[in-house]
């Protein structure tokens, strides 16, 4: 673990935000004093399960720590936080149940009401696009239909409606079925997350990957009448406190983890 460490950017939190926003940055910013790539580490709490994803065959490390029973999450709470999220490189999105769904009309004019923030369906359409190409979003396959569920069709059918089958995220998927349960974690990589289609990404374009590391606090410095964050405090079992500085920090901790480090820092 680098300590006294200075990064052009830190991240805390790996998972589904966290690994998007490190390969996107890293592929596409530079700094701007220098021109040189942007220096950029990604914290967790829990452990990284390394190991190049491959859709359909998974990696040896993490087809062995897992096997697609709910309770190999709650090992010791290594893999989960007191709170229940995901303690773990990838984060809560390696043990979702792979579910998909499109934006409605009506999210982005809820978004836009409670927010003031200009977020319409075309200022998010890249966004959503880039998303549903990473994660190979489409439908389910009618082979896949429960008798239930053809009944279901046919009788919404005859009341006039029409309908859509659930989209989901998956590649090269043998439909075990438990990998996609909620709680599992797909052995084989087929349930696609940010963990599977935007780490390696980060990793390519120098991203460190720091696991292991709880982030208790932000550093906050007055600058004139704001604050503004220089880094962070976190504790790791094996070195203690340490602390790392960045000219930006990017909390992307999940509901939970979030608002705690931001009544931490006070």
């Not at 964050?229 to 976190?234: C, L, N, P, S, Y």
Request: aromatic share 10%; hydrophobic share 35%; proline share 5%.
């Amino acid at each position: 673990m680098p300590q006294n460490q200075h990064y052009d950017l830190i991240i805390v939190g790996a998972g589904m935000a966290g690994c998007i926003l490190a390969a996107r940055i890293a592929e596409n910013g530079v700094n701007s004093r220098n021109g040189e790539p942007l220096k950029i580490a990604l914290l967790d709490w829990g452990p990284y399960l390394k190991g190049t994803p491959s859709p359909g065959y998974g990696h040896p490390v993490r087809r062995q720590a897992f096997t697609n029973v709910i309770d190999d999450f709650l090992e010791g709470d290594r893999y989960k936080t007191k709170w229940g999220k995901a303690k773990i490189v990838g984060g809560s999105g390696l043990h979702y149940g792979a579910q998909a769904f499109h934006p409605f009309d009506v999210d982005y004019l809820h978004w836009q009401n409670e927010t003031g923030v200009d977020w319409t369906q075309e200022n998010f359409r890249e966004a959503v696009e880039e998303v549903h190409t990473m994660f190979n979003v489409h439908p389910l396959p009618r082979q896949l239909l429960t008798v239930g569920q053809f009944l279901f069709e046919g009788a919404a059918a005859k009341l006039g409606h029409k309908l859509e089958r659930m989209s989901h995220a998956r590649k090269n998927c043998i439909y075990c079925i438990l990998g996609c349960q909620n709680g599992n974690m797909c052995k084989y990589d087929s349930k696609i997350n940010s963990f599977v289609a935007h780490l390696p990404i980060a990793e390519k374009h120098g991203v460190e990957i720091i696991p292991n590391t709880r982030v208790e606090k932000l550093i906050l410095e007055k600058k004139g009448t704001d604050f503004v964050a220089t880094g962070v405090w976190a504790e790791q079992k094996t070195t203690g406190q340490v602390k790392l500085t960045a000219d930006k920090v990017l909390l992307c901790a999940c509901e939970n983890g979030t608002p705690l480090i931001l009544y931490n820092s006070g």
